[in-house]
C-alpha cells in the first residue's frame, strides 16, 4: 500500500523540550543522546562530553531539578520535562550562587569537571538547602576530576550552601518588605 511506503520515509517528528525556561524543537533522531542534542543543535556547551558512559559526571544537566548524566538519556525522555543545564543558571555578568561559589574557590585547573560539579552541587542544595559536608562529599563522590582539584571543589561546595542560604535569606528578606509595603 502507498501508505506504508509512505511511512517508510517519513521523517520523523520533531523533539519538543523545555530547556532553561525556553520551548523549543529540534529535529533530532528520538534516540539521539541529550548531550548531543544540547551541544550540537541547542550550542549549548556548558554541559561536557567525558566518558559517554555515564561514568563522570561532566554531562550532568538537572531533569526536572534532579542531576541527569545526559550522555545516556535519549532525547526523548526528555520530552515534556523540564531541563536545565549550567548556562541556565545564571550569566557570565550574574552568575547564579553555585556558579559564584565556584569562581571565587577558583576551582578549576583544566575546568573540564567543573560543570558536572557545579550541576550535582546545585541538584543538591535543591531538595537539601544546608547539607553537611558529608553529604556534600557523598554527592560528589562520582564525580571525577582528572586533574585533582578535589580540595577546592570541597570548598567551592561548601562555600555554594553559603551562598544559596544568603540568596533565601535576601529573597525572605525582600518578600517582608514588599508585605510590609502593602500591609501599610
Ligand atoms: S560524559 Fe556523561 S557521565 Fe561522562
Ligand atoms: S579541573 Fe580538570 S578535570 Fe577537574
Known amino acids: 500500500m502507498g501508505t506504508s511506503a509512505n511511512s517508510a520515509h517519513a521523517v520523523p517528528p520533531p523533539i519538543r523540550l ?15 543522546a541529550l548531550l548531543h542534542v544540547l551541544r550540537n543543535d541547542l ?93 556534600l562529599r557523598s554527592e560528589l563522590h562520582h564525580n571525577l576530576c582528572r586533574c585533582g582539584t578535589h580540595v577546592e571543589i570541597m570548598q567551592a561546595a561548601l562555600r555554594a550552601v553559603a551562598l544559596k542560604a544568603a540568596e533565601a535569606a535576601a529573597l525572605l528578606a525582600g518578600l517582608h518588605d514588599d508585605q510590609g509595603g502593602t500591609a501599610v
Open 43 to 135: 550550542e549549548l556547551n556548558g554541559p561536557k562530553y567525558g566518558c559517554g558512559l555515564g561514568e563522570c559526571g561532566a554531562c550532568t544537566v538537572l531533569i526536572d531539578g534532579v542531576a541527569a548524566r545526559s550522555c545516556v538519556i535519549p532525547v526523548r525522555a526528555a520530552q515534556g520535562r523540564r531541563v536545565t543545564t549550567l548556562e541556565g543558571l545564571g550569566t557570565r555578568q550574574r552568575p547564579g550562587p553555585t556558579q559564584q561559589a565556584f569562581i571565587e574557590c577558583q576551582a578549576a585547573q583544566c575546568g573540564y569537571c567543573l560543570n558536572g560539579m557545579i550541576m550535582t552541587v546545585e541538584a543538591l542544595l535543591r531538595r537539601n538547602p544546608s547539607p553537611t559536608e558529608q553529604e
Open 18 to 32: 523545555r530547556v532553561n525556561g525556553h520551548a523549543c524543537e529540534v529535529p533530532a533522531a528520538p534516540g539521539t
